[in-house]
């Protein structure tokens, strides 16, 4: 009779056992997710009629559609805000064009990338800069060591000449021969004439045989150098890769990833509060580059700055934009499946062409 008893009681608690649980895994009604955007066209585009557009926007409309949710977009003016806010749980995900990075990684998890890009270089194409990039390419180091280097040659020549010419040679002798010398040598090196005045020692006119001959080279070297660099100046701008930057005045938003790259870089930069208010001190020509994610750079400058700013052709610092989430998001698997199906269709090829152009 015990055991009878014994076996029912268990029967009757594994029952509410199992409904309890059964109870908490029953999903509850669906709650409206917050999604945080930021202005970042062509990723994040807000319309006049308050409609939201852009790549990221359209990928997670895509992404809720499968997984049959609903949301709201709620804007952020900042990167900061954005992240600040998905990291204490206002926001359920942070959708916009986000870069994956270590610092953010910390205290934000990140979905697949969606998107691959890297840094882009703003220039101004206004002519009166030309003049600036040359009058700056002849004062730079490069150029005033190539130029120090063909007077201290000269200077050394005239030296030894004074030395080998000084007590057989009297227009190379005494106090004044030493200057007498170095302007023979000058005149030598420039191929100007020398006049009368000539080095009479076996010595002294070795010198000179070989130094009219070193002379000759030295400058024809010079010259194609400083013309090749003046040329290449003028046409292409005064930065035509990642590696100018150091030696200019270089613009960036104030706390994005690009600002990061610089200070690793230890290059110095002004920043700005955005893309807009850099690329105005850009064509005022405040600043001489401005740094940022390349697309969405390509994107304004299109829109706006066409006929005075142009993107250079290089990428540089590879970066990835993915979906931010609060650490330990339980949505996290579901929306990395639905966006891998997603950036692996057709649509999204076309999607990027519409915003892009990129096939």
Not at 64 to 74: C, E, F, N, S
Not at 127 to 152: D, H, N
Not at 280 to 295: C, M, N, Q, R
Not at 310 to 322: E, H, K
Request: hydrophobic share 50%.
């Amino acid at each position: 009779m015990l055991r009878v008893l014994f076996s029912l009681l268990t029967g009757l608690w594994l029952a509410l056992g199992i409904a309890g649980a059964s109870a908490q895994e029953a999903p509850g009604p669906a709650r409206e997710l917050v999604i945080g955007t930021k202005q970042a066209a062509p990723f994040a585009i807000k319309g006049t009629d308050g409609v939201w557009t852009g790549i990221s926007i359209d990928l997670w409309q895509r992404i809720a559609d499968k997984l049959g949710v609903k949301y709201r977009l709620a804007e952020e003016r900042t990167v900061e805000a954005l992240i600040d806010g998905t990291a204490s749980g206002k926001y359920d995900a942070a959708v916009a064009a986000l870069t994956i990075t270590g610092p953010r990684a910390e205290i934000l998890d990140f979905s697949q990338p969606f998107y691959r890009t890297g840094l882009g270089i703003a220039v101004s194409l206004t002519e009166g800069s030309r003049w600036t990039v040359i009058l700056r390419s002849m004062l730079s180091l490069g150029f005033l060591q190539a130029v120090g280097a063909l007077i201290g040659l000269a200077l050394l020549v005239g030296f030894l000449i004074w030395v080998f010419e000084r007590r057989r040679n009297e227009h190379f002798g005494g106090a004044r021969g030493i200057g007498a010398s170095i302007w023979w040598s000058a005149e030598a090196m420039t191929q100007a004439s020398t006049g009368v005045h000539t080095p009479i020692t076996l010595a002294g006119r070795s010198l000179a045989i070989l130094w009219m001959a070193v002379s000759i080279i030295a400058i024809a070297v010079f010259t194609a150098g400083v013309t090749s660099a003046l040329t290449t100046s003028a046409l292409q701008g005064i930065v035509t890769n990642v590696n100018d930057l150091a030696s200019i005045r270089v613009g960036a938003i104030s706390d994005s990833s690009s600002v990061d790259y610089l200070k690793t870089q230890r290059i110095k930069y002004r920043g700005y509060a955005s893309a807009e208010d850099g690329l105005k001190a850009l064509k005022a020509g405040e600043i001489d580059a401005f740094v940022y994610d390349k697309p969405l750079l390509a994107w304004i400058v299109l829109q706006h700055y066409s006929s005075s700013i142009q993107v250079l052709d290089i990428v540089f610092d590879p970066q990835n934009y993915g979906i931010g989430l609060p650490l330990g998001s339980p949505l996290r698997k579901n929306i990395d499946v639905a966006l891998l199906d997603n950036v692996h269709s057709d649509w999204w090829k076309q999607t990027l062409f519409s915003y892009l152009g990129e096939r």
